[in-house]
């Protein structure tokens, strides 16, 4: 059974940084691509952050890069979301998400698979 829980969420001041994880099962890290996503209130969920399976192919919302960095730690079976200077319009509901393959997409309806998230807000 796949199942994807994430961690590392909570408060943070502006200018902050947040490490976000996602740690799977069920499948290997090297077999299916993981994205991040996330959900502001009263906004439509997006992708940030993509990481294929096979080479490790990295991709971000134009947006986001710069501030925020995707890794993983295969023997691990996690996914990291490394979030820096953290603005409040980032505040919002973060998941991981796989599409059940090795190919990145940013479109949430692709997805198959999900965690069921973790809140970040970012407020003084």
């Known amino acids: 059974q796949l199942r994807l829980v994430e961690s590392g969420g909570g408060l943070e001041q502006p200018g902050g940084s947040l490490r976000l994880s996602c740690v799977v099962s069920?499948?290997?890290?090297?077999?299916?691509?993981i994205g991040w996503f996330r959900q502001a209130p009263g906004k439509e969920r997006e992708g940030l952050s993509c990481?294929?399976?096979?080479?490790?192919?990295?991709y971000y919302l134009d947006s986001m890069k710069g501030r925020f960095t995707i890794d993983r730690d295969i023997a691990m079976n996690t996914v990291y979301l490394q979030m820096n200077a953290l603005k409040p319009e980032d505040t919002a509901v973060y998941y991981c998400?796989?599409?059940?393959?090795?190919?990145?997409?940013?479109?949430?309806?692709?997805?198959?698979?999900w965690g069921k998230g973790t809140l970040v807000t970012v407020s003084s």
């Open positions: 990481i294929s399976s096979s080479d490790g192919s990295i």
């Open positions: 069920g499948f290997f890290l090297d077999y299916y691509a």
């Open positions: 998400a796989t599409a059940a393959h090795g190919y990145c997409s940013g479109q949430p309806s692709y997805m198959t698979y």
